[in-house]
């Protein structure tokens, strides 16, 4: 799903979750709904054209898609931290739930701040490595869902 932006930077939910789905991909634990699909069918249970409601239930959600379980969650920081030097910062909350009873079968929190002493890091960059440092822990306590 795509993730709720509680940021400044523009569609960082939206960037995030593409990154995200990239990863789980690539560690071939979960077979993936595409995201644009995931949006076409948010689009379609809400009232508005222009942008899907990431206030929607993840049981609506899960049955529209027909899927076992939703991960969702929030991008709380991405962009460049002020200071001596600018830095990238990145926060990410996830839940992975199951979508039979609604329970919450795995979370994470993960932020990180750039890094480098001889080139700057982007914010793409720190994203990336949040991410994989999340989608390790799901891998490590993962099991398949039954059926």
Known sequence: MPLENLTNFPRA???VSELLATELYQQKIFELVENSEVRR????LTDSA???D???APARIAEA?????VLTGTVSEYGYQHGL???PVVGINLRLIRTSDQTVIWAASHSTTG????SRDS????????IKTMVSTLVSKSRPLPN
């Open 65 to 69: 898609l027909a899927v076992q379980a």
């Open 115 to 118: 890094s480098g002493y001889f």
């Open 50 to 52: 222009d942008a899907p």
């Open 85 to 87: 030097h600018e830095e």
């Open 41 to 44: 069918t948010m689009s379609g």
């Open 54 to 56: 990431l206030a929607i």
């Open 13 to 15: 939910g939206v960037i």
């Open 123 to 130: 914010v793409n960059a720190a994203a990336q490595r949040v």
